[in-house]
Each structure stands twice: as C-alpha cells, then as structure tokens.
Nanobody, 127 residues
C-alpha cells in the first residue's frame, strides 16, 4: 500500500526557510514520479515542483523558481522541498504526491494524474 507522509511545515517570518520532507513507503520510489503541490485557502491546488527519475531534471512553478529546491533520497525513500526566501504568498497546505511513471516525463505530468497523496503539512509565512 502506497503511503506518503509529509513533515517539516511550520510558521516562519518572511525571508525565512523551511525544509519539507515526504517519507514514502509501499512502492519502488525509483519508478514513480513525485512532486510537491500546495493549496492556499480559497484557491485551487497547484503544482510547486516535480523531479525526474534519475536524470537530474526538475520542474518549478514560476512563483518559486530560484527559491525552492526539490530533491530526493531514494535510499531513504524521502522527497524534500527546501524553501528559502519565503514570502507570505507561500502560505498554504503543502502536499507531496506520487504517480507511477510508466515511461512518462515526470516533470510534465499534470496534477490530475497523480494518484497517491500525503495528508499535507501547513506552511505559514508572516510578513
């Protein structure tokens, strides 16, 4: 059974940093696409970052480019999101998600194809 458990959220002031973690279990991590998503109150869930399988590729949404870094430790089956220079507009519930790659490009998968989701971790950035 696929399970994703996020951690690392919290409350920080603008300009601060947080590192989110997503512990995965129940599947072979190296064969699944993984990404980070967020949902602010009253807004739709949106993609933040995604990582390719073994090729060093990554996708970042425009609002987080240059500030967030996605990485993965396959040995620990953990996905990370390092968030620097946080802004109040980054405030949201952050989710990690996984989807069997089946040969598809992980950095271009639309949000609606992701099958497995964690419960989310709240990030609050105050000005």
């Amino acid at each position: 059974q696929v399970q994703l458990v996020e951690s690392g959220g919290g409350s920080v002031q603008a300009g601060g940093s947080l590192r989110l973690s997503c512990a995965a279990s129940g599947y072979t991590v190296s064969t699944y696409c993984m990404g980070w998503f967020r949902q602010a109150p009253g807004k739709e869930r949106e993609g933040v970052a995604a990582i390719g399988i073994g090729d060093g590729s990554a996708y970042y949404a425009d609002p987080v480019k240059g500030r967030f870094t996605i990485s993965q430790d396959n040995a620990k089956k953990t996905l990370y999101l390092q968030m620097n220079s946080l802004k109040p507009e980054d405030t949201a519930m952050y989710y990690c998600a996984a989807e069997r790659s089946s040969g598809r490009s992980c950095i271009s998968l639309p949000i609606y194809v992701y099958e497995y989701w964690g419960q989310g971790t709240q990030v609050t950035v105050s000005s």
